[in-house]
């Protein structure tokens, strides 16, 4: 039963090109939640989606970033035009489908490291 | 913002010692749950605190639960160096959804 899986784990853009990172959720899960994370400071919120809907992108940034998790297939996150200050790690998280006022716990990708020259 | 904020940022003790770390939050939650990160690594669950409860315990872990002051701790007893790592609070709204995360307190346990 394979967790969360993030591809890739590495990698590097110059600036002006596009990044997209993937996400697969854990078997079952139905919600992807994206986090960003700067070296030694926690993560940051960015989106939240279930299957063909984004529930919360309040943390997205207005410009260049954008997120998708369809029908069939990964979850993607996508920056257009990096610039130096998109380097990150990038963090998916899967959790099942809430039901009433539930309790869910998170499960987590290794993250995918993304360095804009 | 319902951010979680944890102090110490850093917190440095000998192994076989205790460690304490504090979370305080902002907005009324439905839940609250620690999650630690070694280096390079994605956060993995530790435990999880419904806002009717005080406190509870997982092996080493305790964690306790103050919602008239919007604060968390968690005790890690008898420390190990394995247990050195970076450990966050993540609040959830009150539809257990949307995880706001604090800065995180990173702890070295030093043999």
């Known amino acids: 039963n394979a967790g969360v899986m993030q591809n890739p784990r590495h990698l590097v853009r110059r600036r002006g090109q596009e990044a997209r990172l993937r996400c697969s959720p854990m078997?079952?899960?139905?919600?992807v939640y994206w986090y960003r994370q700067l070296p030694e400071e926690g993560l940051k919120f960015m989106v939240y989606?279930?299957?063909?809907?984004?529930?919360?992108e309040s943390g997205m940034p207005k410009e260049r970033f954008s997120a998708e998790f369809p029908k069939e297939g990964p979850s993607i996150l996508r920056i257009q035009q990096v610039v130096r200050g998109d380097s990150a790690a990038y963090f998916c998280?899967?959790?099942?489908?809430?039901?009433?006022?539930?309790?869910?716990?998170?499960?987590f990708g290794a993250g995918s490291r993304l360095t804009v020259l | 913002s319902q951010q979680g904020e944890e102090d110490p940022q850093a917190l440095s003790i000998q192994e076989g010692e205790n460690a304490t770390m504090n979370c305080s939050y902002k907005?009324?939650?439905?839940?609250l749950q620690w999650y630690r990160q070694n280096s390079g690594r994605g956060l993995v669950h530790l435990i999880l605190?419904?806002?009717?409860?005080r406190e509870k315990h997982s092996g080493r872990l305790r964690v306790t639960l103050d919602t008239s002051k919007k604060s968390s701790s968690l005790l890690i007893t008898a420390s190990r160096a394995a247990d050195t790592a970076s450990y966050f609070c993540?609040?959830?709204?009150?539809?257990?959804?949307?995880?706001?995360f604090g800065p995180g307190t990173r702890l070295s346990v030093l043999p």
């Open positions: 998280a899967s959790s099942p489908q809430v039901t009433g006022v539930g309790a869910n716990v998170l499960t």
């Open positions: 078997k079952g899960h139905s919600h």
């Open positions: 989606l279930q299957k063909e809907n984004i529930i919360d």
């Open positions: 907005t009324s939650i439905n839940n």
């Open positions: 605190i419904r806002s009717n409860e």
């Open positions: 993540a609040t959830a709204n009150n539809y257990g959804q949307n995880f706001v």
